[in-house]
């Protein structure tokens, strides 16, 4: 028990620096906003919840994120868009791992990729419009979006930008998955 304990938490670490260094290699889409920015980050914290399970997953996303903290900082002092990147992660992965959880095959995957993706950017849109949006306003000092100019900024900036992020990321671990199954088996078998 001590030996798989062990192994999971050197697991987790790794899992984490890559996501991290991932999370380096972020940008931006043409015509959305460029606060907004892709990266693969979510990939590791989607195979550590597959393989070990949704802590595991949740922490690789909390470690990366502390990690871009202490190296990158944040705009505001606050790190509100390492907070925003956390709940877009769990919100990806969770579903993932829930629907591959009972249907562990490549539909299973695609589905739950599918869903993760609706989960992230429906999610985020809501968050967005009612926590980090505003967070950021508080501690830039903006002058605040209201009404119908923040649900503009949702639907035609936030929505859609979670849906291509989701697109890409579904596509990166589809092109994953067809070598790795055998290996995410034996590690799911050796985790549960």
Known sequence: MKNKKLQSMIAIGMLSSISFILMLFNFPLPALPAFLKVDFS???ALIA???MGPAAGILVAF???VLDWLFQGSQTG???GHMANFATSILFIMPVYLI???MSNKKGILVGLTM????MAIGMSVLNYFVFLPMYTYFLNFPAETGSALFN????GILPFNLIKGFMLTAVVLLMFNSLQ???EKQRAYYH
């Open 182 to 184: 055998s290996w995410i």
């Open 49 to 51: 919840a597959i393989t």
């Open 100 to 102: 591959y959880r009972k």
């Open 63 to 65: 470690f990366k994120n």
């Open 153 to 156: 900024s949702i639907l035609l």
């Open 116 to 119: 993760g993706t609706l989960s």
């Open 78 to 80: 606050v790190p509100v």
């Open 42 to 44: 979510d990939v590791p």
